[in-house]
């Protein structure tokens, strides 16, 4: 049976609360809090994130396939998937795809990983979906947007949900859109989208699966679907005839926002977390038509309890100070011009480190053992010449042997902490400290690798590992 | 295996003040320090036979020619040397080998940097990863503060210095430079200041704050160099200097990715003690030289610096700052110039101005009588570029002729 091997999720640290939201338009924009990207995120790395998540415990040779999903990819062409599978280190003779243009993706994704499965030509395929949206200032959006990732693992060995069926409707429907000339999104008036689109389109693709299933709203343990925001999830909740408080997984509105694609696949991990074996799950998504899933929770799901998930990032934040550091991490503005020359990045050498950049794989030498990064041809510690095997690091923690944190460096969050980290089982990785509380840090400290957008060059996006206090 | 030692004397000494100078060009400060040199030493430029140049940041030079068509040199041979902050020195030893092989007579040896044009401070330079687009990209590997600041917070953590005791002690070192500065007429911050002012000043690197850094800036430093037997015909009251020894250490590198590597000592400036000290015949540092020029680019590079040097026992730099070893008359002044902080540091010029700074206080010509030196025989010039783990180190030693040459 076709279902859910694996699951995992990523909340960035940062969150600005509405009250600072708020204060800065002179108006009331609702209570809670919506999690921000940090500067040096966006929706690939956040990808990363949810897909390490998801892989925790799980063999990664034997992943068949990575399939993305956002409607913010960082580039509007060339493939964020490929660059997932090289930091996330599956195998390179995989198909990996995008899905974007619509926030019904993450369940396109999905159900082309069960189909490939149910083909027989994976076995096992990844499924991720992130969003790091940027809704105009001053809109209805700004307060509802929050950035978040969810991944699942899609097998049929050790499947910790079944798929039971699932049931897709396409709709011509427009209710937000962007072109590539736009900078913020488009929309209308939020009635017509809510009361002819919303509650009609998506009740219709959930009251089809039922019938297919024989089943009515009462079979369902825990229903995770999509809403555009609390008022219309909490209407199409009355409307579909689901109990609030027992049947439905809140969709986190108050404390991580509309997270777009990645919105009902992080409320569907919210709800794995607190599942049990034999539970029956509603999974759907909405955006030009609407795509239901019913799940059915086995015995296995005790074995992935251990993920970071939703529960843990979400306990795990730094409230941003106010409404300006937001603007400043989300570059909201046209900046000061800088003096520096300007950073230029080089393909060729991109290609030539892509498995010391992505994956991050250091070197051990064959004749002292010593681990060392970046790549050398003689050994650092004994002077032996070629003769390393690739150790991978990114999956290591370290102690910070020393740091600084420079008030001044050119990067959007100061103060960038310089930091010298000893990895466990050798090696000593040197790097920059992301998500950190500057009052914190001390030698000592346990760190671990996170996959960070970092420098532009060239027009390019340049990513690589940071290191960051143990998240949760 | 020869030593230098003695082998070669510098007979004219020339260097620019230190500062921003918004109205004048590399080729200005080149013509100020060099004709200085010229006239101190009693030649022409026409009488140059080879010379050397080093400088290191610049977008309006290149190769040597920057040197021969400043001085309008005819067509000798100009060789551009760059080795970080250790430029001065490599110029210096470049002339100075050039004689003792004999193939030159007489020799110039000018360091010069002009970074005030740049539009912002600091030595950054945003240039493509040389070999990995991030990891040894800046700004992404850290300014020079960030990586000095790394080995200060490593220090206090491995001698048990909590961080306000650690700033506290750094803050000593800026204080008594500039009281140095203050008094020296060619120094660039001439202001004293308090221990609470260095305190206070913003952070730039924490735990380095603006006042436990020196700025860089403009400036040019220029050297004639023969062989010692023909000093007396440049300098007939024997009033030059010898080399006693020059050394260069380039590290392996890597010192920040590499466990062994605890960033509290200077190891290329270890590796270029020994050759130097060796070459000279030093055996005990701190009793032997009359004073040192130190590579002070942060109050931590001086405290590592002199402690990697042999000047202070390793970890004991506290008892020496705080007994006031290295003030001027204490045991062994250090940066009685008033060091980089004081200065600045345009990196191809300090290593000539460290000479120079021996040189005029031999001579008993330090301007201001009150940091006039008494008995001065044996001086050290240190250079590092880089940063902590990753330096090439330049040292010179100076001192006054062996007596029976002179």
Redesign the interface.
């Known amino acids: 049976m076709v279902g859910i091997v694996s699951y995992g999720a990523y909340i960035p640290i940062y969150r600005l609360s509405r009250e600072a939201i708020s204060a800065m338009w002179v108006k009331s924009l609702g209570r809670g809090e919506k999690a921000v990207a940090n500067a040096d995120e966006d929706s690939l790395t956040m990808g990363v994130e949810a897909v390490l998540d998801c892989l925790n415990g799980m063999e990664r040779q034997q992943v068949d396939g990575l399939y993305f999903a956002t409607a913010s990819p960082p580039y509007v062409e060339k493939q964020s998937a490929s660059i997932i599978r090289a930091a996330v280190d599956l195998r390179e003779d995989i198909p990996t795809m995008d899905i974007a243009h619509s926030l019904r993706g993450a369940s396109s994704a999905m159900k082309a990983a069960m189909d490939a499965v149910q083909a027989g030509s994976a076995r096992r395929v990844m499924v991720a979906a992130a969003e790091c949206r940027i809704p105009a200032p001053n809109s209805e959006f700004e307060a509802i947007f929050g950035d978040g990732a969810a991944a699942f693992l899609i097998g049929d060995s050790d499947v910790a949900a079944i798929i039971e069926g699932s049931y897709h409707l396409s709709s011509e429907f427009i209710d937000v859109w962007r072109k590539p000339e736009d900078a913020y999104m488009q929309t209308w008036e939020d009635r017509f989208l809510r009361d002819e689109g919303y509650l009609k389109i998506l009740s219709q693709a959930v009251s089809a699966l039922l019938k297919k299933h024989g089943l009515s709203p009462k079979g369902i343990s825990k229903a995770a679907f999509y809403g555009p925001d609390a008022r219309a999830h909490a209407a199409i909740v009355r409307a579909m005839g689901l109990d609030a408080k027992t049947q439905v997984q809140a969709p986190m509105f108050d404390s991580v926002g509309n997270t777009g694609t990645a919105l009902a696949p992080m409320t569907l991990v919210a709800a794995l977390e607190e599942t049990k074996p034999g539970d029956r799950i509603l999974y759907a998504t909405y955006g030009d038509g609407a795509d239901a899933f019913l799940l059915r929770v086995t015995e296995q799901i005790e074995k992935v309890r251990n993920r970071r998930g939703i529960k843990r990032h979400l306990a795990s934040k730094l409230m941003l100070p106010g409404y300006g550091k937001y603007v400043e991490i989300r570059e909201l503005m046209e900046w000061e011009a800088g003096?520096?020359?300007?950073?230029?990045?080089?393909l060729p050498?991109?290609w030539r480190?892509r498995q010391?950049?992505f994956p991050l794989y250091g070197q051990k030498c064959r004749a002292c053992g010593?681990i060392?990064?970046?790549r050398?041809r003689v050994c650092?510690?004994c002077q032996a010449k070629d003769d390393f095997e690739l150790v991978r690091l990114s999956d290591k923690r370290g102690t910070l042997?020393?740091?600084?944190?420079?008030?001044?460096?050119?990067?959007v969050v100061l103060?960038?902490v310089?930091s010298?980290v000893?990895l466990e089982g050798?090696?000593?990785?040197?790097s920059?400290m992301t998500d950190r509380d500057p009052s914190k840090i001390e030698?000592g400290m346990t760190l671990e690798m996170t996959f960070r957008r970092?420098?532009e060059?060239?027009g390019l996006h340049?990513?690589?590992w940071r290191v960051r206090p143990i998240r949760c | 295996m020869e030593s230098l030692k003695d082998k070669v004397a510098i007979v004219g000494m020339g260097c620019t003040p230190f500062g921003e100078f918004w109205d004048k060009d590399p080729v200005d400060l080149i013509v100020d320090a060099a004709f200085e040199a010229f006239e101190d030493a009693g030649v022409e430029a026409k009488n140059i036979q080879a010379a050397w140049v080093g400088y290191t940041a610049s977008d309006t030079a290149m190769t040597g020619i920057i040197l021969s068509s400043a001085l309008q040199l005819q067509y000798i041979p100009v060789t551009r040397v760059e080795n970080a902050c250790g430029t001065g020195a490599e110029t210096i030893r470049g002339a100075a080998l050039a004689l003792a092989s004999k193939t030159y007579d007489l020799t110039l040896a000018v360091g010069w940097d002009k970074l005030k044009d740049a539009g912002f401070g600091g030595i950054g330079q945003a240039f493509p990863g040389k070999w990995h687009p991030v990891y040894g990209a800046a700004p992404e590997i850290g300014g020079a503060v960030a990586r000095y600041a790394l080995a200060a917070t490593r220090y206090f953590s491995k001698y048990g210095l909590s961080p306000e005791e650690g700033k506290r002690l750094l803050a000593k070192i800026s204080v008594k430079s500039h009281y140095n500065g203050a008094r020296n007429p060619k120094a660039w911050l001439r202001r004293q200041l308090t221990i609470e002012e260095v305190l206070n000043a913003p952070l730039i690197a924490w735990p380095l704050g603006l006042l436990d850094c020196c700025g860089v800036n403009d400036g040019a430093s220029a050297a004639i160099l023969c062989r010692t037997e023909d000093a007396k015909a440049f300098r007939p009251k024997g009033d030059y200097i010898t080399i006693k020894g020059v050394g260069i250490s380039c590290g392996p590198g890597w010192g920040k990715e590499r466990v062994t590597y605890d960033f509290t000592t200077w190891e290329e400036t270890e590796a270029a003690a020994r050759q130097v000290y060796q070459m000279a015949g030093i055996k005990n540092p701190r009793k032997e030289l009359s004073l040192a020029e130190v590579h002070d680019c942060f109050s931590i590079a001086e405290l590592i610096a002199v402690e990697s040097l042999g000047i202070c026992q390793k970890g004991h730099a506290k008892e020496d700052i705080e007994s006031g070893a290295w003030e001027q008359g204490g045991e062994i002044p250090v940066n009685i110039s008033g060091g980089l902080k004081s200065f600045g540091h345009p990196p191809g010029a300090s290593g000539g101005r460290e000479v120079y700074e021996f040189y005029k206080q031999f001579q008993g010509k330090a301007e201001e009588p009150s940091r006039q030196l008494k008995d001065v025989k044996l001086g050290l010039a240190h250079n590092q570029g880089g940063h902590p783990g990753n330096f090439v180190c330049g040292l010179t030693i100076i001192g006054e002729p062996p007596s029976k040459i002179r």
Not at chain 1, 339 to 346: A, D, K, L, V
Not at chain 1, 426 to 430: E, L, T
């Open positions: 003096r520096h020359p300007s950073r230029r990045s080089s050498v991109i480190e010391h950049l010593n060392q990064f970046p050398q650092i510690y042997f020393t740091f600084s944190m420079d008030e001044r460096a050119m990067e103060p960038k310089f010298v000893d050798g090696g000593r990785f040197y920059v030698v970092q420098l060059g060239s340049n990513y690589f």
